[in-house]
């Protein structure tokens, strides 16, 4: 049995990409870009991500333009934007940087869409204010994978952001991640006890040495009962 336990998972080296001042800085540049000359900055890991997703929930049976979505660290608000092109309305966004958020603000704002994002920190012991099973699908690209590289105490933020994603969806609801650090074993492992994979997006894969990887994995989960 070669199955991990949660306690079990090598942690990633820490990294500035795991604090909040490092996002603050950033999203504080960005905005002043954006302000200056309209650049909305850089999507993260690429548009095609993006793309990846939003076309799998256009083809889902179980996800249609009255689903309720949340963006689990929004950045500049880009994924909620193209669903809200595609005929979605009920969005939220939220991040735990206020940089983040009015940069996302203004630009739906620039573009006439009517998505929300608040600042909200999932890890905060009232979990943000976010109400219990409140949302069907909740998207994550890069937030998990952020919170992985925290220097203090990853292994602990990181169970306690599946606990509180698992809190705010909606039975049977789906979380929709995309990860870079992680590969798709490894996320399942690390799920396993809240949420069973209900699909793995197909990503670009390379090959190095004679082996085929992934650069990239993008997961659809769906949140079980916890056992007990």
Known sequence: NNKQNMSDVEELPPSKLGTKEYWDSAYELE????????????????????????????????????????????????????LAAEGFVNLLGIDYSENAVELARAI????????RYEQVDLLSEDGGGLRDSEYDVCHDKGTYDAISLCPEDSHGKRLSYIKAIHRIIKEN???????????????????????????????PTFKFGGKVGSQITCIVFKKISRKM
């Open 31 to 82: 905005l002043a870009n954006y302000k200056s000359d309209g650049n909305i900055g850089d999507i993260w890991f690429g548009e095609e991500s993006i793309d990846r997703v939003i076309q799998w929930m256009m083809e889902s049976d179980v996800v249609n333009q009255q689903t309720s979505v949340i963006d689990v660290g929004s950045g500049n608000g880009a994924f909620l934007l193209c």
């Open 108 to 115: 739906a704002q620039e573009k006439k869409f009517n998505v």
């Open 173 to 203: 609801g789906l979380l929709i991640i995309t990860s870079c650090n992680w590969t798709n074993d490894e996320l399942m492992d690390h799920f396993e006890d809240y949420f069973s994979k209900e699909y793995i997006i197909p990503t």
